[in-house]
């Protein structure tokens, strides 16, 4: 145990390297404290705002969350160590952090929106509309019951107009694709004496849906950007590419970017994601592809996966495939973590038994049996872009399964990640640069470009633009591969998209669109601006067959 001397001297320390800004001495001083066995919960809090000061997230919202353990009174303590945990990437325990501070905080309607908009965005929808009626009942008494035209009431509990959580119920609408609900809110809000303009960005948002781009922007620019600038820009970028404004478009885009929190160490651990990238693109070599051992089939069918560089039309090609009744589409849930958690890196797959293959199928079929029935006959169809740098894993544990590759041209598809403002972790922050974002995509296609090369996998490609053209001839050809009947319902995409209620991807707002082509080719317009980009993603759309 530390004496008690040492222990005044690291706290005369912590308080004045506190007095001095000098933050690693501080953080360093009150860390001494903490390793002592400090019971105190003020020590802990001082620790992670020591240590958010340096940007160490990871390490501020552990200490946050034990000074919250120590001190459940003060719900904040939790407030604090959701953000820490958010800006350290990890939004899941950030979502649920936070769901402990409203359930200890004052009973505030408010309160559960803005959670139910955050696990809206994390894809946690059951969860968010849960939120969502613990509002209504906060509010009002009783939940909503599926009465989603009672959302007014919320809003409305005191006999006026709250202006707060009428913004913020649009905003949630408008994240979760509830344009109907969304739209009657704004009108019953107009009978009531609120001008669309008080509403700002969901009823720009709404404006823009509906093909109005003047007036989307007149009604953003009557909000505050600093409210939730990441979103804000991130609409008026997208109001000013509608206007054909590409040099606006691409600048708002920017500051969209350099909004996010901790701008500067997000582009750092890009760069540190793209060196692992591309060491393990390097291994991939035939003698050690010839080295990975499979295992065979359980008796249980194997999933199909659905892979591709982020924003080549998966969610347009999910939304397809869903429409087919012998089909049940996984969207975006990490279920390769779980094969990645028994078997380890990349790196060290040639080394695995079969017992250990085994282990690893099993976890991951655990996993998916709490997002599918497990009764469910037909074929599971395992969607989520970026599992096209897991091919080695997918091939070991399930080496019968096929894999279909949505393919986009480069110059399109990195453009709009550059546009759209997804939630941090660290492949999308490759994102926040259009540089960076090139050489994300660099990466990426490199190493599945070698796993197809080394790998006896069973690969069908997708091209978004003939999708776009022609779905019926680009589909018929891949539910063929998938080993499906062919059925008419598949065409309907709207359809599907507006039974399928919230989606979680990026493309929530533009799969209930009609199919247009506007946005093949759209990078021609971004030239200039995307100067810096071209060399690495022209030569790779030569590679991928584009025309020049």
Not at 157 to 177: C, H, I, Q, V, Y
Not at 228 to 236: A, E, G, S, T, Y
Not at 277 to 296: F, G, H, K
Not at 394 to 405: G, L, M, N, T
Request: aromatic share 6%; proline share 6%.
């Amino acid at each position: 145990m530390t004496p008690a001397p040492a222990l005044s001297q690291a706290l005369a320390r912590a308080e004045a390297a506190e007095a001095a800004g000098d933050r690693a001495a501080a953080a360093e001083a009150w860390g001494q404290l903490c390793l002592a066995g400090s019971g105190d919960w003020r020590v802990w809090s001082n620790y992670g705002g020591a240590l958010a000061a340096l940007g160490r997230w990871p390490e501020c919202a552990k200490a946050l969350r034990r000074a919250a353990d120590l001190n459940p009174a003060e719900p904040l303590l939790r407030q604090a160590a959701a953000s820490a945990l958010a800006q350290a990437g990890r939004h899941d325990e950030g979502a649920d952090e936070l769901k402990l501070w409203v359930q200890a905080a004052p009973a505030d309607p408010i309160n559960n929106l803005l959670l139910a908009r955050l696990l809206a965005d994390l894809g946690r929808h059951e969860e968010s509309d849960r939120q969502l009626d613990a509002a209504a009942r906060v509010a009002t008494g009783k939940g909503l019951a599926g009465d989603r035209g009672g959302l007014i009431r919320i809003a409305t509990a005191s006999g006026k107009p709250d202006l707060n959580l009428l913004r913020e119920l649009g905003r949630l609408l408008e994240r979760t694709n509830r344009l109907d609900e969304l739209r009657n809110l704004i009108g019953e809000a107009e009978v009531l004496g609120i001008e669309r303009g008080q509403l700002g960005y969901p009823a720009a948002a709404v404006a823009l849906r509906d093909g109005d781009a003047p007036e989307a922007k007149r009604l953003l620019l009557a909000d505050r950007p600093d409210e939730d600038p990441v979103r804000w820009h991130w609409l008026m970028a997208r109001i000013a590419d509608a206007q054909g404004d590409s040099e606006t478009a691409f600048a708002e885009a920017e500051a969209m970017n350099r909004s996010s929190n901790d701008f500067a160490g997000w582009r750092e651990r890009c760069r540190s994601h793209l060196g692992r990238l591309r060491s393990i693109a390097d291994n991939v070599t035939p003698e050690w592809a010839a080295r990975i051992q499979t295992i065979e089939s359980a008796g249980r069918q194997s999933p199909a996966f659905l892979v591709g560089f982020p924003r080549s039309g998966t969610t347009l090609l999910d939304t397809f495939l869903v429409g087919h009744p012998k089909v049940a589409v996984l969207e975006e849930v990490p279920l390769i973590h779980a094969i990645e958690w028994v078997l380890g890196n990349i790196a060290e797959l040639p080394d695995r038994s079969p017992d250990q293959l085994a282990k690893a199928r099993d976890a991951y079929f655990a996993e998916l049996d709490k997002h599918v029935d497990p009764g469910f006959d037909g074929l599971v169809i395992d969607k989520l872009p970026l599992n096209l740098l897991a091919v080695p894993f997918i091939r070991a544990v399930f080496p019968d399964s096929p894999i279909v590759f949505a393919q986009r041209h480069p110059c399109d598809c990195v453009l709009s990640c550059f546009m759209q403002g997804f939630a941090l972790n660290a492949s999308m922050a490759c994102f926040l640069d259009i540089g960076d974002s090139a050489d994300f995509y660099d990466a990426a296609l490199t190493l599945w470009t070698r796993c197809r090369e080394t790998l006896p996998v069973k690969v069908h490609t997708l091209v978004y633009e003939e999708l776009i053209a022609d779905p019926k001839a680009a589909l018929r050809p891949l539910v063929d591969f998938l080993g499906l009947d062919w059925n008419e319902e598949l065409l309907d995409h709207r359809a599907t998209a507006k039974a399928r209620g919230a989606i979680s991807t990026p493309s929530y707002d533009q799969v209930v669109q009609p199919l247009n082509d506007r946005a093949s080719g759209r990078w021609r317009r971004y030239e200039k601006q995307l100067e810096r980009a071209l060399p690495i993603l022209l030569s790779w759309a030569e590679r991928l067959g584009y025309p020049k």
